[in-house]
């Protein structure tokens, strides 16, 4: 029998998952088992374990329990103790997903200890070595075995960086197949009649890279100029517990911004299906906006998801924060791009990447 390590560690890769597991159970066979790994890098109940139950994800077989600390601290301790585990009780296979720190520090333990390696998101590139998350992504695929890809242009990028054509699989998106799986599910969260929110009366903005958030005047710009640029709507904004710490030093917050803990799966989905807009420096929103066709502002200089740009409804606005004037004008006008949805991002990711992980596993 083989036995399958899939690794998670933050919100993006228990949504990425979810459609994982259910293709796993799906395949059921005697001839394999699964370990589901948490690797403790999201610790709040809402980043983590309500996801869990939302989506029907079974509870994890292993906690790693790493909790916070610097990217070497946290990445140091999952290595440390994602190998302990393999040397006590040894796998056949390690699926990470996404390009957080759990997903490079797993990858690069179980390389080493000669398990094969799949990435799930493999090969999308932002350019940007200065993210943490691009450095994730780079180090996971310079080491996996196989690599699973959203796009036609993540095969390109691996293609180019001496990737084997022939480990490359083009599957679709499994943050979709969850997404469009629970459509019919999502539900208001509980502020939404105390806000008095209505569909498309509202905006919903997340923010949680360092380069907007760890410093409190770059910040409160961004905050004041979407109050502004908004023109009065209600602005839903759900902070990480790290931008809250540092929302304490900005003062005299603009009444139409509010500050909500962070959501559940279904009921933030729920506010971005029906928001005027979203505005974000988040990758994976970008991805749910265009398929759900919410127009989307990402205040960012890069982005790894162009196709959200090049034929989805995000718009790439860049660092300044000014630049949600001129959007706002195209958006409140009704002249926003209406978008496509990408190709094979259609509910059935998870299917295949089973169906090549059994093949290339001899199952």
């Keep these: 029998m083989k036995l399958i390590d899939v690794i998670g560690g933050a919100r993006p890769n228990f949504v990425k998952i979810a459609s994982i597991m259910s293709a796993i159970r799906n395949h059921s066979s005697d001839l394999i088992a699964v370990r589901l790994i948490h690797t403790g890098q999201h610790y709040d109940p809402k980043l983590s374990h309500t996801f869990f139950e939302q989506?029907?994800?079974e509870e994890p077989d292993i906690n790693l329990g790493v909790g916070s600390g610097t990217q070497a601290q946290q990445t140091a301790l999952i290595m440390m103790r994602y190998e302990e585990l393999i040397i006590k009780e040894p796998s056949d296979a390690c699926i990470v997903v996404g390009d957080v720190n759990s997903t490079m520090a797993c990858a690069t333990t179980a390389k080493k200890l000669g398990l094969k390696v799949g990435h799930v998101e493999a090969g999308i590139r932002s350019g940007d070595r200065q993210m943490p998350e691009e450095i994730n992504r780079l180090i996971t695929d310079s080491i996996s075995d196989l690599f699973f890809t959203t796009t036609r242009l993540a095969n390109e990028n691996l293609l180019l960086e001496g990737t084997r054509k022939q480990d490359i699989y083009f599957v679709g998106n499994t943050m979709i197949d969850t997404l469009l799986a629970n459509l019919d599910r999502l539900y208001p969260p509980a502020f939404w009649d105390d806000l008095n929110l209505h569909t498309k009366c509202y905006f919903v903005l997340t923010l949680h890279r360092p380069s907007n958030v760890d410093d409190s005047v770059k910040l409160n710009s961004i905050l004041h100029t979407v109050a502004d640029a908004t023109r009065g709507l209600p602005v839903i904004f759900p902070a990480h517990p790290r931008t809250l710490k540092i929302m304490r030093e900005v003062k005299r917050l603009p009444r139409n911004i509010h500050i909500v803990a962070p959501q559940t799966y279904l009921e933030f989905n729920f506010l971005v299906k029906n928001s005027k807009a979203v505005i974000t420096d988040s990758g994976g929103i970008t991805e749910e906006a265009t398929v759900l066709g919410v127009p989307c502002m990402t205040l960012r200089n890069s982005t790894e998801r162009p196709e959200t740009v090049d034929i989805g409804t995000n718009e790439l606005l860049g660092s300044d924060p000014s630049?949600?004037?001129?959007?706002?004008?195209?958006?409140?006008?009704?002249?926003?791009?209406?978008g496509q949805i990408p190709e094979l991002w259609d509910g059935k990711a998870g299917e295949r990447i089973i169906n090549h992980l059994y093949s290339a596993l001899g199952i």
Excluded at 323 to 338: P, R
């Design 55 to 57: 989506l029907n994800i």
């Design 323 to 338: 630049a949600l004037y001129d959007a706002m004008e195209v958006l409140f006008s009704d002249a926003w791009k209406h």
